[in-house]
């Protein structure tokens, strides 16, 4: 049977009610949960996309600067262009415009996760990790649903954000949203778009390269074609695992908690921590 209780934890902005779930064994976690400053916080500087990167290294060497390397993934009419809308990097060999979650990107994604070996984990081994390890557990959904509920000890770094409605276009695809899942209209968002910022709330999380566990509500598989499963379930955590190892986090320092929060407490009964979204 799961409870709640409340503690306070510190923060930078002075003192923050936590909520904190316990398992059936009533058992805390033994350590606190950080509430994180969402609105107001400082943000870091931005670290390059492989192509500016790339770009920006060859006008380094050649002694001048023609300015591209100020661009971001480039676009229309630029060479370099492959099509990618988003700030996440794609496998090369992505279909041109193809999303994040388009058949042939996920296969891809996969083939680099396995190359560079990525360990899955399940919510007790990860729980281990976290508590005696030196892991940090990283919940990558949005700062809404952290606040909600999230893996007791768990950082929040957003690889998708709730999406705002500033033009016509934004516009349209939460109309749309609503009238597909009419439901989500009372909720806290009715769609998301992707967080540019991303890698900068990794490391308000954690330092660059410290070792991460990162999750989302059902995890995702991976896949292992000699289990039977040679296509794997992709989720958010698997392409924000994918986004860490591409820009080069460290494979070793990249671990993805399989079944997600919802083995975590729902399967595992583990604690769970609450926050208030300000």
Known sequence: ????????????????????????????????????????RPLLA??????????????DADGEDDGSASKEN?????????????????????PFFAAYNDPTVWRLMQQTLRAAEVEQVLPAQAKILAE????????IRPYPDYCDRHAWGAMSAQLYVPMKVKDLASAAKAAA?????????????????????????????????????????????????AAGFAGGLQTTSLIAAHELVARGWGAANVKHMAGGLGMWDAGEGFDCGEVEDE
Not at 13 to 38: E, L, M
Not at 46 to 59: D, G, L
Not at 206 to 216: A, E, L
């Open 1 to 40: 049977m799961m409870s709640l209780a409340s503690t306070k934890i510190a923060t930078g902005r002075g003192v923050t009610n936590v909520n904190v779930s316990r398992g059936a064994a009533g058992n805390k976690c033994p350590h606190a949960t950080a509430a994180r400053v969402h609105a107001r």
């Open 46 to 59: 931005r670290r390059p996309n492989a192509t500016v990167a790339a770009r920006a290294s060859s006008s």
């Open 74 to 94: 480039g676009f229309y009419g630029d060479p370099n262009f492959d099509g990618n809308m988003g700030p996440f990097i794609r496998p090369e060999g992505s």
């Open 132 to 139: 005696s390890k030196g892991w940090t557990l990283v919940d």
């Open 177 to 225: 949203t609503v009238a597909l899942f009419p439901e989500r209209l009372g909720g806290k968002y009715v769609n998301v778009d992707c967080n540019e910022y991303f890698l900068e709330e990794m490391q308000e999380a954690v330092k660059w390269g410290d070792k991460v566990i990162v999750y989302c509500d059902s995890g995702g598989v991976i896949g292992d074609a």
